[in-house]
């Protein structure tokens, strides 16, 4: 008995600690079939001991998705979960309680795609969408009407006749995959955090406080389910296809099946055919066809017992490794690459997985002409998860990490505490050479259009530039015949390095490509030198003052500028006219005293202004910028995306989250 207890006591804490990563941070830590596991195992202990029963069990409740920045409603019916299956027998299961539960009776299942991204609940009034409501807990949700406005494949007004004056329909808001990579690549772009994968895209996309923003994205949606009390039939798959014919996107997978065979032989269908769809789906969904028969089956406390959802397992793949290669960075770490036989896998040809480290080979104990399972399970990057052991060939020679930098020969060294074996010859090795004159001229960086991973190497390759101080040397008649370079190019290359010399202080030290300098630590290490001179003499301790600038990320700075090599690149970037100090902009100066006194933190992804701009309005309004949230923060800024551990400690310490427009609203005050 003591034991059943302790496991339920942690069971229910760590579902609960899970249902909040899921529904609120929107970053799960492990999947979906191990959540449902986990409850299935507390649902059998809480029925073996009612003694124990807790009205807030997770059992007992629907996780939630309720944001602050939106009005809530209850939801006309409750919008229930449903239970989850994973195999064709369990699925066999569930149809043969069915039958039981209705003595006998003939049933009609209707199965259907289970489409991964964001559930929706629309109401028609009139023929008219009048509201959009999420998921929510199940019982309430945000009002997200404006955003749904939005999404061309959900119809404002509807079109023929026989539909009721007042009624719900419930669907699916999904990313299609191409809107997906489209708005990741734009992301990477910007150095914006990628989204993992389009379902987590379209929820965030849901909640974004800019209808614009939404529309711009591409959402789609896919409605499954009618609800009201004047519907045109009395089973569900005619009212699907006269919703279809009001101008609802009703997903043509949808079929009536009349037996279990039928019912298998459809899972076995789609469990191929999805890969060929344009949006995500995680699997399939039976329901019963008669509304009647669905009422007498009833419901449980989660879910109704008249459906059930069957979840495909994790795609993944298995190819035979080529070879293992070695690819050299810019900061000279060697990343060890598997190089695959082409294999189809969530709607791309994955030909390359990245192994990170030596650590993760010898823990995969890969050998030479494996057969390497594949998966990619919702991410974004390719990943080897494992070795089909009985298909390794006969005498087949473990894999080793190399010992000599694969570009220069140098020996490898690591540094103590990482798992990362680096190349030290920073300034004798392709490509960590070629690569920080890429990085260079970036987009986030100096932003010098027309230069890209190839013309660099192509520019290193004839000796025009060596480092990022001779981009500064170059003149149209050294590029013209070049291949690729006609006059014109060659001369949008070198008015684009003349217009660099303007890019802004904080951008130059991030294009210096000091190691562990990001985009963020390098704007606060520029706005706290102020120039360049004083970025050279500071001190580790000094360094180590600027925030979230740590021990490590100081010594490294001290050591880059200690190096006579990067002293003299410096030296020659300042005789070119490149921006070495912080400019006093107009939006530095005081305009205000609206926010004396009063202490910021920003994270998150911003629509309407930048980060930087919202840290400059803080500052202009006599507002003071932290990195970090404690008791002295009074406000939290929060775009898209905000981070999970400062989300939770700002709701711990009952710190007020604000959105970009209450922001705007409070400075309007003026």
């Known amino acids: 008995m003591d034991s059943d207890k302790q496991r339920i006591d942690y069971l229910r804490e760590t579902l609960h600690r ?37 009205a807030n069990s997770p059992t007992r409740r629907v996780g939630s998705d309720i944001s602050k920045g939106f009005e809530q409603t209850k939801h006309i019916y409750p ?25 006998g009776q003939r049933t009609t ?103 614009a923003e939404v529309s711009r994205r591409g959402l789609d949606a896919y409605l499954y389910y009618l609800l009201g009390e004047n519907l045109p039939f009395e089973n569900h798959y005619d009212n699907m296809e006269a919703a279809r014919g009001w101008g609802f996107k009703v997903s043509e997978a949808m079929t009536r ?15 191929k ?48 490794l080529r070879f293992v290669s070695f690819d050299v960075g810019r900061m000279g770490i060697i990343t060890p690459v598997a190089n695959l036989e082409p294999v189809l896998l969530s709607g791309t040809v994955v030909k390359r997985a990245s192994l990170h480290n030596e650590d993760i080979v010898r823990a995969l104990d890969i050998h030479q002409g494996d057969m390497l399972y594949v998966e990619k399970g919702g991410e974004i990057i390719p990943k080897i998860t494992g070795v089909e052991l009985p298909a390794r060939p006969e005498g087949a020679e473990p894999v080793r990490f190399v010992t000599h ?11 103590e505490g990482e798992a990362a074996w680096i190349c030290p010859n920073k300034y004798g090795c392709l490509p960590q050479m070629v690569g920080r004159i890429e990085h260079f001229v970036g987009r986030r960086m100096m932003n010098i259009d ?27 008649e050294q590029l013209t015949g070049l291949e690729g370079f006609a006059e014109k190019s060659a001369r949008r290359v070198v008015d684009g390095i003349q217009a660099s010399r303007s890019m802004p202080f904080e951008r130059v030290v991030f294009a210096l490509s000091i190691p562990y300098v990001g985009e963020t630590t390098a704007k606060k290490v520029a706005r706290a030198a102020g120039s360049i001179d004083r970025l050279m003499q500071m001190s580790v301790a000094e360094l180590e003052s600027v925030e979230d600038v740590g021990p490590r990320i100081a010594q490294t700075i001290v050591d880059f500028f200690a190096d006579p090599s990067n002293v003299e690149i410096v030296n020659r970037l300042k005789a070119a006219g490149v921006q070495m100090e912080m400019e006093q902009s107009a939006d530095s100066e005081a305009v205000s005293d609206i926010l004396a006194g009063k202490t910021f933190v920003i994270s998150g ?3 309407l202004n930048s980060r930087d701009q919202y840290k400059a309005m803080i500052e202009s309004h006599g507002g003071k910028n932290a990195g970090s949230i404690s008791k002295k923060t009074d406000y939290v800024l929060a775009g898209e995306n905000m981070g999970p551990a400062k989300l939770e400690k700002a709701q711990k310490l009952g710190i007020p989250i604000i959105d970009e427009h209450q922001f705007l609203a409070l400075l309007s005050q003026i």
Request: aromatic share 10%; glycine share 8%.
């Open 405 to 415: 930098c694969p570009a220069c020969g140098t020996p490898l060294v690591r540094v």
């Open 257 to 271: 099946l009349d037996s279990i065979e039928e019912v298998d032989r459809y899972i076995n269908h789609w469990d």
């Open 18 to 54: 899970h249902n909040h990563n899921y529904y609120v941070l929107n970053s799960p830590e492990i999947s979906d079939r191990e959540f449902d596991m986990l409850m299935k195992e507390l649902e059998e202990l809480e029925s073996r001991h009612p003694e124990l029963y807790d």
């Open 109 to 211: 299942i209707v199965g259907e795609m289970k489409f991964d991204g964001t559930g929706i609940s629309l109401i028609y009034e009139h023929g008219e969408l009048v509201r959009a409501v999420t998921r929510g807990d199940g019982e309430q949700g945000d009002i997200v009407t404006d955003n749904v406005r939005t999404i061309r494949s959900i119809p404002l007004r509807l079109q023929g006749s026989g539909y009721p004056d007042f009624f719900e329909i419930r669907g699916e808001i999904v990313m299609p995959w191409k809107e997906f990579d489209r708005l990741n690549a734009e992301r990477a772009e910007a150095g914006e955090p990628l989204f993992a994968n389009p379902r987590n895209a379209a929820a965030g996309t849901l909640k974004l406080l800019n209808p």
């Open 450 to 476: 027309g230069i890209g991973e190839e013309t660099a190497a192509l520019f290193f390759e004839k000796g025009l530039v060596r480092n990022i101080a001779d981009l500064y040397e170059l003149k149209p």
């Open 79 to 103: 919008m229930l979960s449903l239970a989850n299956t994973y195999s064709i027998d369990d699925v066999d299961a569930w149809a043969n309680r069915v039958d039981d539960g209705l003595f």
């Open 605 to 607: 992804v911003f629509s």
């Open 273 to 320: 055919a999805r890969k060929e769809l344009p949006v995500a789906t995680d699997g399939l969904v039976f329901k019963v066809d008669s509304l009647r028969q669905q009422l007498n089956l009833g419901l449980t406390a989660k879910s109704p017992r008249w459906a059930v959802a069957y979840k495909f397992a994790a795609e993944r793949a298995l190819t035979r």
